[in-house]
């Protein structure tokens, strides 16, 4: 299988290139605030509430954005949320160049940030089958989540060196010129090589039901959908905590922080690439069940081992196996769903794993202050393996030896 299959389609050049800045200038941006809220405060609490405010649109937003991706056209959408997303990022640059940022100004901004986003992924995952088809659809998932987590790997190195030579400003801007970027891309979007998807017209809390009832009629996508939920709540959201661990645990600066965030990248992006090129060669749910649990044992490792480079292998089995587990999870719902629900399924499966993740996250933060940053990755870890062990690894156990 040829792993850039989806490189011939002139639009998913434009989208890749779209989102291979977006990402990038994200992940600065993240790092880099994690770093400065940090450094403003010394409070991990406030890490904790930093991110809520970045994630608790998600619980509002995701399921209305799931029936936006199926009732209006979606390049339209994203367009506009890339823009919305970029005179965000610009109202945070300038306010940290001028020296007028506050923890409130960076709660705004983070919330902000996150509506923006809780409305832009369901419709921009969506999107993919119709720039690339449902052929290539799997090998463009794959290359997605390979540009996703490049800018993961290269992204938080990139803010750390930048930090610690210039400050955090360069990365806030760095983000702004991204989105800039994206929006050009998406504007260059040809159209007429889009096929042309008649908007679903029903009424909104029809298509709700039926978005619900599909998922719950399919019993893996429903399985899978939960245990994403609470691996994204615990493992997913302990990163929060990544400027803590750094400077309190290991020991490290900018620049290891940096390392530190890139190490869960650099699993995710070489599980990607081999996703990309051999993801016909493997039973789909096996590869799922494989990374379902190299995730939160990895977690659960980190604890036993606080030193800066054993920290740095675990974290790249984090990123592998997340990666193993959420991209294959992903191609598999939205090459199983049909075409005229696509959308609001992909919503729905954006609310399972990113609805919940305030609370988490909030969590997460305050029991660090208490017990330490340690402890958390274990109980993170603990917590995400029993969902695995009971929501996918015996079920589809027990599916594949009937079958």
């Given at each position: 299988?040829?792993?850039?299959?989806?490189?011939?389609?002139?639009?998913?050049?434009?989208?890749?290139?779209?989102?291979?800045?977006?990402?990038?200038?994200?992940?600065?941006?993240?790092?880099?605030?994690?770093?400065?809220?940090?450094?403003?405060?010394?409070?991990?609490?406030?890490?904790?509430?930093?991110?809520?405010?970045?994630?608790?649109?998600?619980?509002?937003?995701?399921?209305?954005?799931?029936?936006?991706?199926?009732?209006?056209?979606?390049?339209?959408?994203?367009?506009?949320?890339?823009?919305?997303?970029?005179?965000?990022?610009?109202?945070?640059?300038?306010?940290?160049?001028?020296?007028?940022?506050?923890?409130?100004?960076?709660?705004?901004?983070?919330?902000?940030?996150?509506?923006?986003?809780?409305?832009?992924?369901?419709?921009r995952h969506s999107m993919v089958v119709e720039i690339v088809g449902r052929k290539d659809l799997p090998n463009a998932v794959a290359l997605n989540s390979s540009i996703f987590n490049g800018a993961r790997m290269i992204g938080p190195v990139i803010a750390g060196w930048v930090m610690a030579a210039w400050g955090a400003v360069f990365c806030f801007f760095a983000n702004a010129f991204g989105y800039l970027?994206?929006?050009?891309?998406?504007?260059?979007?040809?159209?007429?090589?889009?096929?042309?998807?008649?908007?679903?017209?029903?009424?909104?809390?029809?298509?709700?039901?039926?978005?619900f009832r599909y998922v719950w009629s399919e019993k893996t996508i429903f399985r899978i959908m939960v245990a994403s939920s609470i691996s994204f709540m615990f493992v997913g959201g302990s990163p929060t905590i990544m400027p803590a661990y750094a400077k309190d645990v290991v020991h490290v600066g900018a620049a290891g922080y940096g390392w530190l965030m890139a190490s869960i990248g650099v699993g995710a992006c070489i599980a990607a690439i081999i996703i990309a090129g051999c993801v016909n060669l493997f039973d789909r749910v096996k590869v799922i069940m494989l990374g379902s649990l190299m995730t939160p044992i990895s977690a659960i490792v980190l604890y036993f081992v606080p030193h800066y480079y054993a920290s740095l292998v675990c974290l790249f089995f984090v990123g592998f196996g997340m990666m193993l587990y959420h991209a294959v999870s992903n191609s598999y719902i939205q090459e199983t769903a049909p075409d005229d629900i696509v959308g609001r399924v992909v919503?729905?499966?954006?609310?399972?794993?990113?609805?919940?993740?305030?609370?988490?996250?909030?969590?997460?933060?305050?029991?660090?202050?208490?017990?330490?940053?340690?402890?958390?990755?274990?109980?993170?870890?603990?917590?995400?393996?029993?969902?695995?062990?009971?929501?996918?690894?015996?079920?589809?156990?027990h599916r594949l030896r009937n079958n």
């Open positions: 299988m040829n792993p850039f299959a989806s490189f011939k389609h002139r639009n998913y050049i434009l989208y890749s290139i779209a989102i291979l800045l977006m990402f990038l200038g994200s992940w600065m941006s993240s790092a880099a605030m994690g770093w400065l809220v940090y450094e403003m405060t010394n409070s991990v609490s406030l890490l904790g509430v930093v991110a809520f405010c970045g994630q608790i649109a998600a619980l509002i937003f995701t399921l209305p954005a799931g029936v936006v991706a199926d009732r209006y056209p979606k390049r339209k959408v994203v367009t506009m949320t890339q823009f919305s997303a970029m005179v965000v990022a610009f109202i945070l640059a300038f306010s940290v160049k001028y020296d007028f940022v506050t923890v409130p100004i960076i709660l705004t901004i983070s919330t902000l940030h996150g509506i923006i986003g809780a409305i832009d992924t369901p419709v970027c994206a929006f050009i891309m998406m504007v260059c979007l040809d159209g007429s090589q889009m096929p042309d998807v008649q908007p679903v017209k029903e009424d909104t809390k029809a298509l709700f039901k039926e978005g919503g729905i499966r954006t609310f399972c794993m990113a609805g919940p993740a305030p609370l988490a996250m909030l969590l997460i933060g305050k029991y660090a202050a208490v017990r330490g940053c340690s402890e958390t990755f274990l109980m993170c870890g603990i917590a995400t393996l029993i969902a695995s062990i009971f929501m996918v690894i015996l079920p589809e156990a």
